[in-house]
């Protein structure tokens, strides 16, 4: 069974940093590319972030470019998502996603991180 | 990117009911566009992908259709647990992966 965790989320002040982390279990991690997903409250998706399975190539949003970086450690199946400089708009619930191979449709979520950026 | 417009933005429906939510994008994707489910607390869950496959698992009154820009998903004979907010995305702008606004359907 394929299961995908999220940790690290939380009340962070603005201009401040906060690193999320998703374990991941169930199929082989170093196989799959992975993103991460955000949607801030009462709003809809937002793709924020992706990473090939060797971790060499990687994309963001234009919402989130210079502040975010996405890695992964396939030895501890586990993705990351460090984000700095966080503003009042990133305030959201963060999911880290898995695509069926070679698409991206995403077709395992994790429970989602809730990440405030509040004073 | 790709701007996905979903329309309506919400509708009010009843058991039943045959329901109709339309995708449209600013340019052509070919089929390359997904529908997902989500209700409130939870992840969102894949119920169609490549327009009109059915995901494992997704109930056949779930139904997508369309290609080029125009895209559409129906639900025949609304069930008590297709009360949701579903959503379109595609990748045909990769790296800039879009979703649409989202279509509420409520009671």
């Known amino acids: 069974e394929v299961q995908m965790v999220e940790s690290g989320g939380g009340l962070v002040q603005p201009g401040g940093s906060l690193r999320l982390s998703c374990a991941v279990s169930?199929?082989?991690?170093?196989?799959?590319?992975m993103s991460w997903v955000r949607q801030a409250p009462g709003k809809g998706l937002e793709w924020v972030s992706y990473i090939t399975n060797s971790g060499d190539t990687i994309y963001n949003a234009d919402s989130v470019k210079g502040r975010f970086t996405i890695s992964r450690d396939n030895a501890k199946n586990s993705l990351y998502l460090q984000m700095n400089n966080l503003r009042a708009e990133d305030t959201a619930v963060y999911y880290c996603?898995?695509?069926?191979?070679?698409?991206?449709?995403?077709?395992?979520w994790g429970q989602g991180a809730l990440v405030a950026v509040s004073s | 990117a790709i701007q996905l417009t979903q329309s309506p933005s919400s509708l009010s429906a009843s058991v039943g009911d045959r329901v109709t939510i339309t995708c449209r994008t600013s340019?052509?994707?070919?089929?390359?566009l997904a529908w997902y489910q989500q209700k409130p607390g939870q992840a969102p869950k894949l119920l169609i992908y490549?327009?009109?496959s059915l995901e494992d698992g997704v109930p056949s009154r779930f139904s997508g259709s369309g290609s080029g820009t125009n895209f559409t998903l129906t639900i025949n004979s609304l069930q008590p647990e297709d009360f949701a907010t579903y959503y379109c995305?595609?990748?045909?702008?990769?790296?800039?992966?879009?979703f649409g606004g989202g279509t509420k359907v409520e009671i």
């Open positions: 169930g199929f082989i991690f170093s196989s799959y590319e």
């Open positions: 340019q052509g994707i070919s089929r390359g």
């Open positions: 490549d327009a009109s």
């Open positions: 996603v898995r695509p069926y191979s070679g698409t991206f449709y995403f077709v395992y």
């Open positions: 995305q595609q990748f045909n702008s990769f790296p800039a992966l879009t």
